[in-house]
C-alpha cells in the first residue's frame, strides 16, 4: 500500500526558507501515471495548491507562488521536495504532500485527481 | 484565475438525508472538475473526479453531475461518517483551485 510521509522543520523565521521532503513508501516514484505534489491549508482555512512535479523532473506551479517555490525529486531516494522561500507568517499551513493521478491522452497530460495524501505536517513561521 | 464559489458553507442534516453541495466556477471548466471529503485532523480524500466518476473504493451513495460552470455533490443517504467538510477543485490547464469548501453538519 503505497504511503506518503512529509518531514522538515515545523518551525521556520520569517524571510528564510521552509524545505520539506516527501518520502515514497510501498511504490515507486518513477511512473508515467502519477506526479507528485504539495497542497497547503491554513489554520482554519480551506485548500490551496502549490505544484506538482513527475519522476523527470517536470513541474507545475501555482502562479501565486511561483516566484518562491521550488519543486525538486530524487528518484533514487523515492522522495520529492518543496523548498518556499522569503517566508512570512501568511506561509504558517499545514503542508501535505499528494500523489496525482494522470492520463496520458494525445492532446498531453490530463491531471484527474489526488487520490493519495500524506497526514500532513504543520509548520508555523515566526521569530 | 478561475473562481470556484460553493454553497451553501454549511448544511445541517440528519443521518439518513439526502445532501447536495453546490459548486460554481467564474468561468467554464468543462467537466475537469474534483471533490474531496476532509475530516477534522485527516488528509483531504479524493472521491469524484472528471465531474461524475467515483474514485476508487469511494461507496455508491457519492455522485458527482454538472458540467462547464455548474456542479453538484450528492449524497444520497447521510451516514455518520459523512459528516465532514467537502471541497470542489478545477484543474484548468494545470492551474488547480479550490473553492471555500461545505460543511456538513449533524442536525
Known amino acids: 500500500q503505497l504511503q506518503l510521509q512529509e518531514s522538515g522543520p515545523g518551525l521556520v523565521k520569517p524571510s528564510e526558507t521552509l524545505s520539506l521532503t516527501c518520502t515514497v513508501s510501498?511504490?515507486?516514484?518513477?511512473?508515467?501515471?502519477?506526479?507528485w505534489g504539495w497542497v497547503r491549508q491554513p489554520p482554519g482555512k480551506g485548500l490551496e495548491w502549490i505544484g506538482n512535479?513527475?519522476?523527470?523532473?517536470?513541474?507545475y506551479y501555482n502562479p501565486s507562488l511561483k516566484s518562491r517555490v521550488t519543486i525538486s525529486v530524487d528518484t533514487s531516494k523515492n522522495q520529492f521536495s518543496l523548498e518556499l522561500t522569503s517566508v512570512t507568517a501568511a506561509d504558517t499551513a499545514v503542508y501535505y504532500c499528494a500523489r496525482l493521478g494522470v492520463l496520458i491522452t494525445i492532446f498531453g497530460v490530463d491531471p484527474y485527481g489526488m487520490d493519495v495524501w500524506g497526514q500532513g505536517t504543520t509548520v508555523t513561521v515566526s521569530s | 484565475e478561475i473562481v470556484l464559489t460553493q454553497s451553501p458553507v454549511t448544511l445541517s442534516l440528519s443521518p439518513g438525508e439526502r445532501a447536495t453541495l453546490s459548486c460554481r466556477a467564474s468561468q467554464s471548466v468543462s467537466n475537469y472538475l474534483t471533490w474531496y471529503q476532509q475530516k477534522p485532523g485527516q488528509a483531504p480524500r479524493l472521491l469524484i473526479y472528471?465531474?461524475?466518476n467515483r474514485a476508487t473504493g469511494i461507496p455508491a451513495r457519492f455522485s458527482g453531475s454538472g458540467s462547464g460552470t455548474d456542479f453538484t455533490l450528492t449524497i444520497s443517504s447521510l451516514e455518520p461518517e459523512d459528516f465532514a467538510v467537502y471541497y470542489c477543485q478545477q484543474r484548468g490547464n494545470w492551474r488547480f483551485t479550490f473553492g471555500g469548501g461545505t460543511r456538513v453538519e449533524i442536525k
Open positions: 512535479i513527475n519522476y523527470s523532473g517536470s513541474t
Open positions: 510501498g511504490g515507486s516514484i518513477n511512473s508515467n501515471s502519477y506526479f
Open positions: 472528471d465531474a461524475s
